[in-house]
Structure formats: C-alpha cells, structure tokens
C-alpha cells in the first residue's frame, strides 16, 4: 500500500491499527473498481456513439444517393446544399 494507517504511523498497535488498515485496504479496492468500471460504461459509450454515426452517416449517403434533396430541419424543409452554399459564401464574403 501507498497509504500507512494513521494509527501505525504514531506507533499504537491493537484492534483500532488493524480496523484502520482494513478500512483503507477496501476503500483502495472500492476506487479501482470504480475506475475500471467508468472506464468500462466510457468505452461501451464510444461505441454505441461510433454506431450511431455510422448508420446516420450510412442513411444521409443513401438518402443522398437516392437522389432526395429535401433535408428535415429544426426549422422546417430544406433544400440540400443551399444552407451550406451561403454559409460558406458568407464566410468568403465576411
């Protein structure tokens, strides 16, 4: 261990010395589980993100291929390209 009981480090021995070390034996147990398991739930998170950006990626492609240029908006019905076109002439022209 990296943590010496405080009652060790003042010298005292008996019940309280061994009731301390055990307390912190199993909150240093406690921590490594807790970061092994945030570590798990980070990386099963990664890839439910990975897999949904595949398939919206997947379906924006095929929507785009079947030749749909009609595209949902929070703020209604666009046209595909024209928000983009004068995004982007806006940022030559500003």
Same mark, same amino acid.
């Given at each position: 261990d990296g943590e010496l009981a405080f009652l060790r480090?003042?010298?005292a021995s008996g019940l309280l010395v061994e009731e301390e070390e055990r307390l912190i034996q199993l909150r240093m147990t406690s921590e490594?589980?807790?970061k092994r398991l945030?570590?798990?739930v980070k990386a099963e *998170?990664?890839?439910v *993100?990975?897999?949904a950006r595949a398939e919206g990626?997947?379906?924006a492609k095929k929507s785009f291929e079947s030749g749909s240029s009609l595209c949902a908006t929070?703020?209604?019905i666009d046209i595909v390209g024209i928000t983009e076109g004068i995004a982007l002439l806006g940022a030559?022209?500003?």
């Open positions: 480090k003042s010298g490594a589980n807790a945030d570590s798990e *998170i990664e890839k *993100i990975s897999r990626e997947a379906e929070p703020f209604g030559l022209v500003g």
